[in-house]
């Protein structure tokens, strides 16, 4: 478990789960030491090194022990490696297994498509972030309709408000007066498009010149982060974007954004758009995904094709120049937010998702 969106979706979901109706824990190869401090729920390691190597099939062993002397009902997994290894496992155990899709395939190999064939027949539903996701599930898994079921992600708003009332620790940023800034919270890698995101940050710089671009995410991919650097400094951009790394909670850089900016090549459903949204913050992001689900175009946000530099920039340029409307469109996505994306309505969903499951098992028996 490292830091990223899915992983903080998992981590939102176990500490909200009521425990009265839910016994959860965790089962994970490796975690982040930071991250393992702020989990309250039972966390369970099973390292290894690779699958076919003699630490997976101890493991194995391990995981499948924990699943029968816990009397684990339902094994919801996350990820390639969790959704193949952790799924096979979870349904040789007894266990139910909740197979999560949370994006296109982008991180699939050849290896994993044939894996998937197996996992998809066993699993008893499989859980999309999105109904882009579940499009995807059914026509290129070819996966039955009726074993696919769609869950939002969720913000917590209450987390949200409760950031308002605490010092903001950016506030004495270098850059924190700019009268326009512009926030993309994604990790540095190439399918979040941040090539894209400056090259539009270039764009909006020669008409704003002191506008400052902000991009909150760790530098994931080696060469990828390199060529980001160099960009920047090529297109003589220090002075207007800065890279802040990976920030544990974005909220209170989003307070501060005129606006938020996300040009992905390829999404599932993106947490850092919700919690955009729920700032009352107006966001730029591209047509792909769950994005269209969470966006209603000219309304709560601007949706632009795949990599448009130019039309991202011009709807930016929309929203800096004319800061009525870019409250009006920041309101109307924290209405969404709150109405549609919420953390409550997410657990719930879950919850009747975990108990239809159960009941189906019921009736086999």
């Known amino acids: 478990m490292a830091r990223g969106g899915g992983e903080g979706n998992l981590l939102k979901v176990v500490q909200l789960l009521p425990p009265e109706?839910?016994?959860?824990?965790?089962?994970?190869?490796?975690?982040?030491?930071?991250?393992?401090?702020?989990?309250?729920?039972?966390?369970?390691?099973?390292?290894?090194?690779?699958?076919?190597?003699?630490?997976?099939?101890?493991?194995?062993?391990?995981?499948?022990?924990?699943?029968?002397?816990?009397?684990?009902?339902?094994?919801?997994?996350?990820?390639?490696?969790?959704?193949?290894?952790?799924?096979?496992?979870?349904?040789?155990?007894?266990?139910?297994?909740?197979?999560?899709?949370?994006?296109?395939?982008?991180?699939?190999?050849?290896?994993?498509?044939?894996?998937?064939?197996?996992?998809?027949?066993?699993?008893?539903?499989?859980?999309?972030?999105?109904e882009e996701v579940k499009r995807f599930c059914i026509e290129a898994d070819r996966i039955d309709p009726r074993k696919v079921s769609v869950v939002y992600n969720g913000v917590d708003l209450q987390q949200i408000a409760a950031a308002g009332s605490q010092k903001n620790p950016f506030e004495d940023a270098e850059w924190a007066g700019a009268e326009h800034i512009v926030t993309c919270v994604a990790n540095v890698r190439k399918i979040k498009g941040i090539d894209v995101f400056i090259r539009a940050a270039q764009i909006v710089?020669?008409?704003?010149?002191?506008?400052?671009?902000?991009?909150?995410?760790?530098?994931?991919?080696?060469?990828?982060?390199?060529?980001?650097?160099?960009m920047i400094r090529s297109l003589n951009l220090e002075k207007n974007i800065k890279l802040l790394d990976f920030v544990d909670d974005p909220v209170p850089i989003l307070k501060m954004s005129t606006a938020f900016c996300l040009l992905s090549r390829s999404e599932g459903f993106c947490n850092a758009l919700l919690e955009a949204m729920a700032c009352g913050v107006p966001s730029v992001v591209t047509r792909v995904g769950g994005n269209p689900e969470a966006i209603t175009d000219g309304e709560t946000g601007f949706l632009v094709p795949v990599e448009d530099s130019a039309a991202a920039a011009e709807r930016l340029l929309l929203l800096l120049r004319d800061p009525q409307r870019?409250?009006?469109?920041?309101?109307?996505?924290?209405?969404?937010?709150?109405?549609?994306?919420?953390?409550?309505?997410?657990?719930?969903?879950?919850?009747?998702?975990?108990?239809?499951?159960?009941?189906?098992?019921?009736?086999?028996?």
Not at 330 to 340: D, K, M, N, S, V
């Open 21 to 130: 109706l839910v016994r959860c824990s965790v089962a994970t190869f490796r975690i982040d030491p930071e991250i393992h401090k702020g989990i309250t729920v039972p966390v369970h390691l099973f390292p290894w090194r690779r699958v076919y190597h003699l630490s997976a099939l101890k493991a194995a062993g391990a995981l499948r022990a924990l699943i029968r002397r816990e009397h684990v009902d339902i094994v919801q997994t996350y990820f390639e490696t969790s959704n193949l290894w952790g799924g096979l496992i979870a349904k040789l155990s007894g266990a139910l297994l909740l197979s999560s899709r949370r994006d296109m395939g982008i991180l699939r190999k050849t290896k994993h498509e044939l894996a998937y064939r197996l996992v998809n027949r066993l699993s008893d539903r499989v859980l999309a972030v999105s």
């Open 205 to 230: 710089c020669r008409e704003l010149p002191n506008a400052v671009f902000l991009i909150a995410g760790s530098l994931y991919e080696q060469d990828y982060s390199l060529e980001i650097r160099e």
């Open 326 to 365: 870019a409250a009006r469109m920041g309101e109307a996505g924290r209405t969404a937010a709150r109405t549609r994306f919420s953390s409550e309505t997410m657990i719930r969903n879950l919850l009747g998702l975990y108990g239809d499951l159960m009941a189906e098992r019921e009736k086999r028996r």
